[in-house]
């Protein structure tokens, strides 16, 4: 069974730059990596997805090594509205359990 | 454009009994699933509806759970009987694209069950 592992907490300034790793080792030919936000009593909120190489939107940046074992979200200056636990997802149409959550990262923000 | 939503926010039950959960997804996402965060574990994929077929099943934990989305549109998960451990956070999501290019999920904002 794939395992998408995630540091457990991340402390971080308002105004910094922020990197979170998922470690994904057994990802599929046709996995895609998918990264979301949950905040308390929501669910999780889509944030940035990708294949390979990098990809980029207005609020943040995925990069994807050659192996695709391991992705990194990238969070320019920071706010501490993104006071948040953030989740890999790794899945596609090969295999069973197809789609597996990382174990999420507890990112706060302090001021 | 309405979000997912789901049925009820919060369910309590004892155990042994049987509890429903529903969740409508987005107009016009073929796509539906189902995971589940219990107590201190990450959240597990369940299942994958395509319109009204069962795409994969294979995360379903055992033959207590049964899913139906009738007619392609809203989905329920019934768990029956419930057990203890059954207790935990049940999301749904919908996407438009085909499970073959994989699409971005919009969640719901989660049932939280608790069994006693």
């Known amino acids: 069974l794939a395992k998408t592992t995630q540091p457990i907490s991340m402390d971080s300034y308002e105004g910094q730059e922020v990197n979170i790793t998922c470690s994904h080792n057994?990802?599929?030919?046709?996995?895609?990596i998918t990264w979301y936000q949950q905040f308390p009593s929501q669910g999780p909120r889509f944030i940035i997805q990708g294949y390979k190489t990098k990809v980029t939107n207005e609020v943040a940046s995925l990069f994807i090594p050659a192996d695709r074992k391991s992705s990194t979200l990238s969070l320019p200056r920071v706010s501490l509205s993104d006071t948040a636990v953030y989740y890999c997802l790794v899945g596609g149409v090969s295999g069973t359990y197809k789609y597996i959550f990382g174990t999420g990262t507890r990112l706060k923000v302090l001021a | 454009e309405a979000g997912v939503t789901q049925f009820p926010s919060h369910s309590v039950i004892e155990k042994g009994q049987t509890v429903t959960l529903r969740c409508d997804p987005i107009?016009?996402?073929?796509?539906l699933y189902w995971y589940r965060r219990v107590m201190g574990k990450e959240i597990k994929f369940l299942l994958h509806?395509?319109?009204?077929?069962?795409?994969?099943e294979s995360g379903m934990p055992n033959n207590r759970f049964l899913a139906e989305r009738t007619g392609g549109t809203y989905s329920t998960l019934k768990v029956q009987p419930a057990e203890l451990e059954d207790s935990g956070v049940y999301f749904c999501a919908s996407s438009r694209r085909g499970a073959g290019n994989m699409d971005e999920q919009y969640f719901g904002p989660g049932t939280r069950l608790t069994v006693t």
């Open positions: 107009s016009g996402h073929d796509n």
């Open positions: 509806f395509v319109k009204e077929s069962k795409q994969d």
């Open positions: 057994n990802i599929a030919t046709n996995d895609y």
